[in-house]
C-alpha cells in the first residue's frame, strides 16, 4: 500500500510535467510565440498590446524550466497573478487564475463537481449492476437467445455515440412523453433526494447503456474463461450450489479485469462527462470545459486537466488497493 502511494505522488509530477509541456511547451515547438500564448489568458477580444502585457506579466519570457518551476510552486503552495489592475493571489493548490472572469479556477470547480460527481456516480452504478448482471447470464446462456439478444443490444450500445442517443432521449421521453425531467435541469437546485433523481433518472440511464454494453461484453468473456478453470470443477465436484460457484468462484475471479476497467472509467468522468453534460445541459465540469474553449480560456482548461488527471490517478489507486479484496490470488502473492 505505502508502494501504491508513493508511486501515485510521483506519478502526480510526472502528469504535471507533461500538462506543462503539452500547454506551454509543444506550442514554442511548433512557432508560437509568447504573444501567441499569452492570447489565450485573455480572450478573444484583446488588443495586441494588452496580449504583450500579459506575457510579460505571466513571465513568458522567462527560461522554460523557471516557468515550469513556476507552474508546480503554484500548485503546491499558491500563486500571485498580476492582471494589470491589481494583484490577485490564487491559494493552494492553485489549478490556475482566470483572467476573463478574475477568479482562481479551483473554486468554480469544485462548485460545479457536485453535479459531476451525481452524474457519474448514479451512472456507474448502473451499468455496473446491469452491465456485470447481464455479462453472467450470457456466458451462463452461451449460445442461447437471451445471449444473443442481449450481446446484439450491447454492441448497439457501444457503437452509438452519447450525443445521438441523448437528444434522442431527449426527444421522445423527456419532450414527446413528458416522463423525465428537460434538459438544463440543473440537479442541485432539487428541493427533495426524489427529485434530485428524477431530474438526473435520463442522463444516468442514457451514460449507463453506453458503458453498461461494454461491461456486458467484458463480464461475459471473463466468464466464459472462468468457468471453465480447474478449481471451477473441483468445487462443483465438492458438491457446492451452483449459486456459489458461479458467484464466489467464477464471477469474483473474473471481476478483476472489470475493476480496472471500471476505475479508469470512473476517474474519467469525474473529470468531467463532457458529452453528456453539453447535452443535457448539466452545469458539471464537462460543460465547464465546453465552455472554457469556447471562451478561449486557457487556464481553465489547464485547470479541468490537472484535476481529471488527479481523479484518474486516485481511482487507479483505490482499484489497485482493492484488488487484494476481490481476487484471493493477488492478496496471496
Partial sequence: MIRRVIGAIILLFIVS????????LVPRIGGASVDDLASRYVGKSAGAEQIHQTAIRLGFTDPIWVQYGRFVKGIVAGADYNYGAGIEHCPAPCLGYSFLTQNPVLPDLLD?????????SGAAFLWLLGGVATGVLSALRRG???DRTTMGIALAGVSLPIFFTGLLSLSIFSYG?????????NPMDAST???????????????????AAAYAR?????????????YIRTARAKGLRERDVVVKHGLRAALTPILTIFGLDLGL??????????TFSLPGIGQYAVQAVTNNDLPKVLGVTLLGAAFIIVANLVVDLLYAVVDPRVRAS
Fill in 177 to 185: 412523453l413528458g416522463w423525465t425531467a428537460p434538459g438544463g435541469a
Fill in 269 to 278: 468522468l469525474l473529470g468531467g462527462a463532457i458529452l453528456t453534460e453539453t
Fill in 112 to 120: 460545479r463537481l457536485p453535479v459531476t460527481i451525481s452524474l457519474a
Fill in 193 to 211: 433526494p426524489w427529485d434530485w433523481a428524477y431530474r438526473l433518472l435520463l442522463p444516468w440511464i442514457t451514460l449507463a447503456f453506453l458503458y
Fill in 17 to 24: 510535467a507533461v500538462v506543462f509541456a503539452i500547454f506551454f
Fill in 144 to 146: 442461447s437467445v437471451l
Fill in 218 to 230: 467484458l463480464t461475459r468473456a471473463g466468464m466464459l474463461e472462468t468457468m471453465n478453470e480447474d
